[in-house]
C-alpha cells in the first residue's frame, strides 16, 4: 500500500496551496499536445518555478487517483444524485426532504434568488430613473456652470477634402 500525502487546499494568499486547476488544466492540454519540458510547461502555465509544475502535476495524480478510488467502490454522481432524489422522495421528514431538495437547488447555482431590478431595461432607463431622484437633483442643483462652446473654423483645405470624399463617395454608391 502506498503512503500518499493529502493534499490540503486551505483558503490563503500563498499559490502553494491554492487548488490551481486552471494551470492543472493547461498542464493537461500542453502534455496532450506532447509537451514534456517542465521548463515549457512552467511557461505554458504562468508558474513561476519548476517545482510548481510538479507540484500541480502531484495534485493532478492524488486527484486522479481520487476519482479512481470512488469509482472502484461504486460511488458516482449517479449514485450520489440518486440517493439525494431518494431523499427528496421519501425522506422521513419534511426537513430531511426540503435540505434535499435545497442541496440539489445550491448545486445547480440556484441556491439564492437575487431579485435584479434593472434587468430588461436599457442603460438609458437607468440613467433617467437615476437622474429623476429628487435627492439627487437637489445635491447637484447649482454644480454646474453653463457655458457655450465656441466652434472653430474649418481650415480651407479641411473643406476641400470633405468635399473630395463626399463627391467620390456619391460616385462610388451611386444607383445605376
Known sequence: MK????????????QFYRKNEYAQTILLKALKEGITDPNEMRKVAGLSTVADVYRTLDKLAIRREYHDALARQGVSFDEIIGGIKDLCENGKS??????G???ILRSLGLDRYEKQEDAGKSWEEVIIKAT????????LDGEFEVYSVDQPDTPVEEKERQVREAELGKQLYAED
Not at 429623476?132 to 445635491?139: I, L, P, W
Open 3 to 14: 503512503n500518499l500525502k493529502p493534499v490540503m487546499f486551505v483558503q490563503g494568499d500563498k
Open 94 to 99: 419534511d426537513s430531511i426532504r426540503l435540505k
Open 101 to 103: 431538495y435545497q442541496t
Open 132 to 139: 429623476a431622484d429628487k435627492e439627487k437633483v437637489k445635491a
